[in-house]
């Protein structure tokens, strides 16, 4: 599992220069639209994209010469007792495993995005408090029954009603 | 067999329940025919920034309007583009009359000058105008410049340094100040021309003698000139303007061929194509309604504004004929995007 | 002083209680509106406008501004509390602000932004009634050179916001250059970068990106760690003399830095909460410490926000020049009630004009009156399990994004720049480069084509005195910021005899 190990950085650097080197591309053909005493809507995005490549292509060097491509891999904690809380939840799990809850939450959120336009935005909320709170670890379903509810009504009528944001309405009609 | 009471009881019942049926399928008829408009929320997609001379217009209109319909009206601002993402947008929403745009006059050059145009300009119902702007040509105070004479002057003394702003390809004071120019045998590709991101900052430009000219509304040049910054040389209009009594008309300054387009320089109300006829009738007699109303007129001459009134019919002519107008222009400046 | 005399007939008229229940509803409003992230003073204006048409002038105009100034206060607020700024304005108090918070400090940095952004306001507008008229001439000295040189100084202050690496820090500021790029070329309306999308023709929205960078970006952090208590105990509400003493400095720093930015047109309150954070940090005896969690920091950018809005009414008023959007539509309002602001309107207007002046003096005291008790209400919040608070968040934040521009896209462009967020944190990428970079990239862009047009050829810049000011002290400050640590360590490694 070499990539788990694989430095981050290494990989920030070489993503940001490909995202340069594609700018770069899209950029040359820019340079045909330039009108008369203007150096066009090329110039600006190519410099600042072969800029990019160069401090990518530096960190990249600077973590060659270092040799840090690889981490050295880090030992699985046992719970670290931080919480000074009553519900240390997670305690116990590897950080690998906590981090998929990011993921999770983000494709929480995506989902959200996704089922506002559908069920309108409303509902959506409803859904994605229940789902987040769970995820960020609250046990009792009657406080996150509670809690989502709330929300949910809350911005209803303060954004919707109140300050008429166009909110999505779904399929019910709101 | 029936008595004859029986009878005539049925016969009044049928007679009745006829009378009321056709009653009830007229009354229908009548329903299907004029809607209740509107039910709920009209939104007026205005594709300029907050606080400009469009805007303004555009929340003037949506404030009379509400009041009149009974329901709210709201402006909602949708920049970029140079005005083309707000008309694509309201062009492509469903044309249940809930979704309108303000537009100006260049909407009809932007097919021409903006490189993938977002929307067609025909496709739209057009409703009407209410108002509109007029237009100055001004210079900075501290110019020797009086008239459009000692511009076009000092244009072709040293065309390469002549500076003005304007909007960029789809601003009125490149139309405006380019003919200026090109009809006097200047190539406007040799000047100095500046584009600014809104009207405003080409004002502010003039005012701080960075331009050597620029073109600006009524209500976006006030400030300055009563700040002694600028000074209006002509109007882009038929008679002179109350406020600047002399300022002479683009006619009186030589040149009675300029093209009448600018000379009303609207806010207008449009449509999704294939609005319904009662939407375009209840908005056009709004719009009518206004200009003959006191408090509205007071408004716009506050807001240096005038008051004009076209039809649907009108405004879709004077659309096309713009239309026709800005091929013309753009082949002359030489601005064309494709 | 006549103007004097005009301000206390001002303040007579301003304390009328048909103006001053317009004040007190204006500051109410404004104080929610910069509470939430996304929706601004400028939107909240444009909703309050049709109900205000029947009113008199002054009130509109009164209740207007405050919604305005009130907005300045309400915005530290999620920045503190949650990492959320809820206008541009407040990007670098979340920085100082939420670190304090999370140290249970959240009291005293509420406390201390409210202080610092009504004297920062009182001293701005002093200066607003003394110099208007000829302060508001400065902003007309700034042509496209000039705008090209402050940007240009700008951006070099991205070396302040590096934190270790600098590198990583331009890396950040030029994606962020480039990420601005994206949607319509501004002055040829040429697409770039919009891969065919017609959403992406709008380009990305920076109040919808630092809601992603900064809020979600925390809430997706959080949600990994193990301890659930995100903030410490609060130790207490309000901030203690000596750390009042501490900060005054920074306060009355920051009323010039918000100030004279306040003059020029293009400035927007990010930038000035940038410059005012980094020129603070650079002066003040602590600046080394800000990020941790400094008092200062928080003083100098929220009193920098707020006294940027008196500056801005300077040029309103004295040359009904508005100088950002906000001030665009508050203008628009202004000529609607028939007030044309620009010199001649105290001659012709000088009641309403002189109100409006006046209850804004009376408008930023009612906001400090009304942000320190809801001090306590809101770090009571703090105290909800953050299981809870989070997902919440998220809510708050999706409908901000939604709201700038009615958009669904623009939550999508959230949910993008939070994982961003998350991953440069991880990885230890400074995030406040990237924003400035897209904040300052069209500026430096725009105004060095215009500059071209204008002059034809850069050149010429040199005979520019403002101009070149600017872009000498930005070589100063690049060379003084690289050089010195270099030599410092340099310095030390010879005295350790390497």
Redesign the interface.
């Known amino acids: 599992m070499w990539w788990r190990r694989l430095n ?2 290494a990989v ?1 650097e070489a993503v ?1 220069m490909a ?2 080197a594609v ?1 770069a591309i ?2 040359v053909p ?1 340079f045909s ?1 330039a ?7 090329g110039l ?2 190519l410099l ?2 072969a ?2 490549i160069v ?2 292509v ?2 990249l060097v ?1 973590i060659g010469l270092s040799r840090r491509w690889l981490l050295p891999g880090r030992p699985v904690t046992p ?2 007792g ?4 009553a ?5 116990g799990e590897a ?1 690998a495993t ?2 998929v ?2 993921l999770w ?2 494709v929480a ?2 989902a ?2 996704v089922g ?2 559908w069920l309108g935005f409303t509902l959506a ?1 409803l859904g ?2 229940t789902f ?2 769970r ?4 046990r009792s379903w009657v ?2 029954g509670a ?2 509810m709330g ?1 949910a009504v809350l ?1 209803y009528f303060v ?1 919707v009603r109140g ?6 309405p779904g399929i019910l009609g709101f | 067999m029936m008595s004859h009471k029986r009878t005539l009881k049925l016969v009044a019942w049928l007679c009745v329940s006829a009378l009321v049926l056709t009653f009830s399928a007229a009354g229908c008829g009548q329903q299907a025919k004029t809607p209740k408009y509107p039910t709920k929320p009209v939104q007026i997609i205005v594709p300029y920034p907050p606080g400009g001379t469009s805007d303004i217009g555009a929340r003037m209109i949506a404030a009379y309007a509400s009041e009149k319909l009974g329901q709210p009206v709201q402006v909602v601002n949708k920049v970029g583009g140079a005005g083309s993402i707000g008309q694509k947008e309201a062009l492509s929403a469903p044309p249940d009359g809930y979704t309108l745009v303000l537009e100006s006059v260049m909407v009809a050059a932007m097919p021409l000058v903006l490189p993938d145009c977002p929307f067609e300009l025909e496709k739209r119902t057009t409703i009407g105008i209410a108002l509109y702007d007029p237009v100055f040509v001004i210079v900075p105070s501290t110019s020797n410049v009086k008239t459009v004479a000692d511009l076009v002057e000092q244009a072709k003394r040293d065309p390469q340094n002549f500076r003005w702003a304007a909007t960029g390809a789809t601003g009125v004071g490149t139309f405006v100040i380019g003919l200026l120019l090109s009809k006097n045998g200047i190539d406007i590709h040799q000047t100095k021309m500046v584009a600014f991101q809104g009207s405003a900052h080409c004002v502010t430009a003039a005012a701080g003698g960075q331009v050597d000219a620029t073109a600006g509304m009524a209500a976006e040049i006030k400030g300055m000139v009563d700040a002694g910054k600028v000074r209006p040389i002509v109007v882009i209009a038929e008679k002179r303007h109350p406020a600047y009594p002399d300022v002479p008309t683009i006619a009186e300054a030589g040149y009675p061929d300029f093209p009448k387009a600018f000379t009303i320089y609207y806010n207008g109300l449009s449509g999704p194509a294939g609005l319904p006829d009662y939407v375009v009738k209840t908005w056009a007699k709004i719009l009518k309604d206004a200009t003959e109303d006191p408090k509205f007129r007071k408004q716009a001459e506050e807001a240096n504004k005038m008051v004009l009134y076209w039809g649907p019919e009108e405004f879709r002519q004077n659309l096309m004929k713009n239309h026709e107008m800005f091929k013309e222009l753009v082949k002359t400046l030489g601005i064309s995007a494709k | 002083m006549e103007s004097l005399v005009w301000l206390s007939k001002g303040f007579a008229w301003a304390l009328q209680p048909a103006n001053l229940l317009a004040c007190f509803l204006g500051v109410f409003i404004g104080t929610a509106v910069g509470v939430l992230p996304g929706l601004g003073p400028t939107a909240t204006m444009a909703l309050l406008l049709p109900i205000l048409m029947g009113f008199p002038p002054a009130q509109a105009l009164v209740l207007l501004a405050a919604v305005y100034y009130g907005a300045m206060y309400g915005s530290s607020t999620t920045a503190i509390l949650v990492n959320i700024p809820g206008e541009a304005a407040s990007i670098m108090t979340a920085v100082d602000g939420y670190q304090l918070a999370r140290q249970g400090r959240a009291g005293p940095a509420l406390a201390v932004a409210a202080i610092s952004s009504f004297v920062a306001a009182i001293i701005g507008l002093v200066g607003l009634v003394l110099f208007a008229p000829p302060l508001a001439e400065v902003a007309l000295a700034f042509g496209p050179p000039e705008y090209f040189g402050l940007a240009v100084f700008s951006f070099c202050l991205i070396v302040g916001l590096s934190g270790k690496s600098l590198r990583k820090g331009l890396l950040a500021g030029l994606l962020g250059v480039l990420v601005s790029q994206i949607g319509l070329d501004p002055l040829t309306a040429v697409p770039r970068f919009t891969f065919g999308s017609s959403e992406l023709l709008n380009g990305v929205d920076v109040v919808v990106a630092c809601i992603g960078l900064f809020g979600v970006t925390e809430i997706l952090s959080s949600v990994a760690e193990t301890a659930t208590q995100v903030y410490a105990k609060i130790s207490k509400l309000y901030p203690s003399l000596a750390e009042l003493r501490q900060v005054a400095g920074s306060m009355l720093r920051s009323a010039v830095t918000g100030f004279m930015p306040g003059l020029l047109p293009g400035f927007s309150f990010s930038s000035v909460s940038f410059i005012s954070y980094e020129i603070e940090r650079r002066i003040s005896r602590v600046g080394h410490l800000f990020g941790t969690g400094r008092l200062e920091a928080v003083a100098a950018v929220e009193g920098a926000n707020n006294a940027f809005v008196s500056g801005q009414f300077v040029t309103l008023f004295g040359l009904g020049l508005p100088t950002s959007p906000v001030m665009a539509m508050l203008l628009a309002c202004a000529m609607i009630f028939g007030l044309q602001p620009g010199p001649r309107v105290f001659v012709e207007k000088p009641d309403v004009v002189w109100t409006i002046i006046a209850s804004m003096f009376v408008g930023n005291l009612v906001c400090l009156i009304l942000n320190l008790p809801l001090i306590g209400i809101w770090v009571r919040m703090l105290t909800i399990p953050y299981h809870y608070l989070a997902p919440a968040m998220l809510v708050v934040c999706f409908i901000g994004a939604y709201s700038v521009r009615n958009s669904i896209f623009d939550v999508w462009v959230m949910l993008v720049f939070g994982l961003l967020g998350y991953a440069m944190r991880k990885l230890s990428y400074p995030v406040a480069p990237m924003v400035m970079g897209m904040i300052l990239g069209p500026m430096i862009e725009t105004s060095y084509r215009q500059s071209l047009a204008l002059m034809g050829s850069i050149s010429p810049i040199g005979e520019r005195p403002i101009a070149m000011g600017f872009l000498v002290i930005a070589g100063l400050y690049l060379v003084i910021s690289l050089g010195l640590p270099y030599l410092r360590a340099r310095r030390a490694r010879k005295g350790t005899g390497r």
Do not use: M, N, W
């Open positions: 981050g950085e920030a940001a995202v340069g700018f899209l950029a820019l639209k009108a008369h005493h203007d150096v066009g809507p600006f995005p600042a994209a800029a990019v401090c990518a530096l960190g600077v719970a670290s931080t919480a000074t809380g519900e240390a939840t997670g305690a950080p906590r981090e809850r990011v939450l983000a959120v995506a959200y995005i506002a336009q909320t994605f408090v987040a709170c995820l960020f670890g609250a406080r996150i809690v989502s929300v911005t954004f300050l008429e944001v166009a909110l999505p």
